[in-house]
């Protein structure tokens, strides 16, 4: 298509019941773009229960991600292509799944403390196991603090709870205990003893060291301690194996309800209806609002609007988004132009010129049968179809399966592989032999049909070549201006498309001056008939803005008055012959990167062939030359030839007719960037609404 697709704004009016189904379908679908109007609150209470909805969501969300990092598996950050939005069945699930995970984590975490605390008491206590020292002077150090008594076994659990990490308790068999803890711990320990009714054992005369009773209970405990640790990690991978498809079903489906709640505080809204207006392509209209009616059983009210009818876009107040629709060849440049910025609604659709003229001049710039055919290889690996692991490069994937056919064909004509200039030589013989013999011509097929490198006896044709991509620059800058004049002729901006220096004058006076060009350099003069043709165009551009306010009847002619008026005029003149200039002299860089191509690809091939006669492996120096050089000039070449390209794109052809922007239609949807822009006013709470 040379324009946009036409648009329609829909207004669809859903009962609260059907709202969420509805944004599900439209999400999924990728129909509307929503707009902003003016709002309807909500009532509190509705505002409320939603916010309380919202929040349900969010905490299952924050659950589901905390039992995954535990769990140790990654979630989606999207919806997925299946995912549905969740029932009371899954949000049951999350509970018993999330709660199951969650007490082995408190599990795990509680024994992971008891083994620190062990550790840390048993290292203590081998220090001491062969101190030859009374055991009771033992109890007198400034940084232990041991007690040996009698407490009912009962009453363990409690007491550790309460001493938590400031004791130790080591159970020495039946009712008899050994509690350890720091100095600071002494008070806190001797108390909890105290309330337990805990009977200190008297320790006989003498006894020297630590009582090897509590070293076994100590390693004891401890074993018994990594072994339940060992069984908790066996429960947390067969947990892992049972729940991760689980965890990332239910967050995919979560994420989706979160999205439909926060687009639902930005929807127009009274308390049992909610307002959903945006724009979608005239041509997806009927389906859609056949589709929306089955899903809500005709519980809907559907209106559609042209572009003409909508105040705001009459007064400008509003742009009309901009959806184009192509084939995969000129699809894969959409990017490059709406990097720059959106067409107009209604006005030339740039692409499959962008297209055309993008592939053509990287490939007249990068002509290397082999290199191209790099490009084209890369191009179908990193396709849709191609290696999951280039999927990240999948919208480059049409562009350079473009340059590589186009680069694949410059080299055949200059007669380069990988750097080269001998492997085409018997084929390009052939084919010039095959068309002598069609036009009847004798003598001897040339080696290549395209000679680039600079030598005494063609440097005529080297000429030939930069005069022919000067006229593709001509022909590139004329596209832009014949599209800059039927834009304005659209939007009815008739001053620019008669009488601008992109305009109708403008044109007139660039293709005359290279007709004067042209034929003085092919012998002809300058005529006094040249100064008309030259003069009418000019005179146009100069007195432009008063002819037109002469013409449309505008007063005064000279608006900011006539000193200003020819002051203008004149800077107006001279920036449209430095403009035309410039742009149509900006193509020499086409051939001279051409060359610089052909220079470098012949430094390479020269350096690999005089490596290849030296002795000792000279054919492998070669081969080694040969990969790195091509190398080198596929990607660092390759960049930079793909740099100027778009820069010709960009000031040689888009500045003639993007003088302003519109808005890309960038519909609502789950998957990839979810467009809510239009909504980012947050509902106050509180805020009451009237019906």
């Known amino acids: 298509m040379i324009r946009p697709q036409k648009m329609k704004r829909i207004q669809l009016t859903v009962l609260a019941k059907d709202v969420d189904k509805v944004i599900e379908f439209l999400g999924r679908g990728a129909f509307i773009q929503f707009s902003k109007e003016d709002r309807v609150i909500p009532e509190k209470a509705a505002f409320t229960r939603n916010e309380e909805f919202h929040k349900q969501i969010e905490g299952n969300l924050e659950r589901i991600k905390t039992a ?92 550790q709870e309460h001493l938590a990490d400031r004791a130790v308790i080591i159970p020495l068999g039946e009712d008899r205990i050994l509690a350890a803890a720091s100095r600071k711990g002494r008070f806190a320990l001797d108390s909890e003893l105290k309330k337990h009714s805990f009977a200190p054992i008297v320790i006989p005369e003498g ?43 239910l967050t995919a489906s979560y994420i989706m309800a979160s999205i439909v709640e926060e687009l639902k505080k930005r929807l127009s809204a009274t308390k049992n209806v909610f307002l959903l207006s945006g724009w979608a392509p005239a041509a997806t209209v009927p389906r859609l609002a056949a589709e929306l009616a089955n899903l809500t059983q005709g519980r809907i009210g559907i209106r559609a609007f042209v572009p ?73 690996l990193s396709s849709s179809r191609g290696i999951k692991a280039l999927a990240g490069f999948r919208g480059y994937s049409t562009p350079l399966i473009a340059v590589g056919i186009t680069s694949m064909v410059m080299g055949f004509l200059n007669g380069e592989v990988f750097t080269s200039e001998e492997l085409l030589v018997a084929p390009t013989r052939e084919v010039c032999r095959f068309f002598m013999d069609l036009t009847g011509q004798t003598g001897e097929p040339p080696e290549r049909i395209l000679h680039l490198m600079p030598e005494a006896d063609n440097i005529h044709k080297l000429f030939y070549f930069f005069g022919f991509t000067i006229g593709v620059g001509i022909i590139f800058n004329s596209v832009g201006l014949w599209v800059n004049v039927i834009n304005q002729c659209i939007l009815k901006k008739y001053e620019k498309a008669f009488f601008s220096k992109t305009g109708i004058a403008g044109i007139a006076l660039f293709w005359y001056a290279l007709f004067i060009g042209i034929r003085c350099v092919t012998g002809g003069r300058f005529g006094r008939f040249d100064m008309l043709g030259l003069g009418v165009p000019a005179f146009c551009i100069f007195f432009g ?102 820069r010709l794109q960009y000031y040689e052809f888009f500045s003639k007719f993007f003088t302003e922007t519109g808005v890309e239609f960038k519909p609502f949807k789950f998957r990839g960037k979810v467009v809510l822009d239009e909504f980012r006013e947050q509902t106050p709470a509180g805020s009451e609404s009237s019906e």
């Open 68 to 159: 995954a990092v535990y769990l140790g598996f990654d979630l989606p950050a999207e919806p997925e292509e299946t995912s549905t939005l969740p029932t009371e069945a899954e949000a049951a699930l999350v509970d018993k799944m999330c709660t199951e995970i969650a007490d082995l984590n408190a599990w795990e975490t509680n024994e992971n403390h008891e083994k620190k605390k062990l550790e840390h008491t048993l290292n203590e206590s081998k220090a001491f196991a062969n101190l030859n020292a009374p055991f009771n002077e033992l109890d007198q150090l400034s940084y232990l603090t041991l007690r040996i008594g009698r407490l009912d076994p009962k009453g363990h659990k409690e007491m």
């Open 308 to 380: 003409e009818e909508i105040d705001q876009v009459k007064q400008g107040a509003e742009k009309v988004p901009v959806s184009l629709k192509h084939g995969a060849f000129v699809k894969g440049f959409e990017r490059l132009v709406f990097s720059y910025g959106a067409p107009l609604y209604g006005t030339i659709d740039p692409t499959p010129f962008v297209a055309f003229f993008f592939t053509l001049l990287f490939g007249i710039m990068f002509g290397d049968v082999g290199q191209g055919l790099v490009l084209l290889l890369i191009g179908f």
């Open 545 to 646: 803005p008063a002819l037109w306010r002469l013409i449309s009847g505008e007063r005064p002619v000279f608006e900011e008055g006539l000193m200003v008026f020819i002051v203008e005029g004149f800077v107006e003149i001279l920036e449209t012959l430095s403009t035309y200039i410039s742009n149509t002299v900006s193509f020499l860089r086409v051939g001279a990167f051409a060359l610089s191509h052909a220079v470098l690809s012949f430094i390479v091939f020269s350096l690999s062939e005089m490596v290849s006669h030296l002795p000792g492996g000279g054919h492998l120096f070669s081969l080694i030359i040969m990969i790195f050089g091509n190398t080198v000039i596929i990607l660092l070449e390759g960049m930079i030839v793909a740099i100027q390209v778009v």
């Open 207 to 249: 006894f020297r060291g630590i009582p090897s009773e509590m070293l076994d209970s100590l390693e004891t405990r401890l074993k018994e301690v990594e072994e339940t640790l060992q069984r908790i990690q066996e429960r947390k991978t067969q947990l892992s194996r049972q729940y991760e498809a689980d965890c990332r079903h």
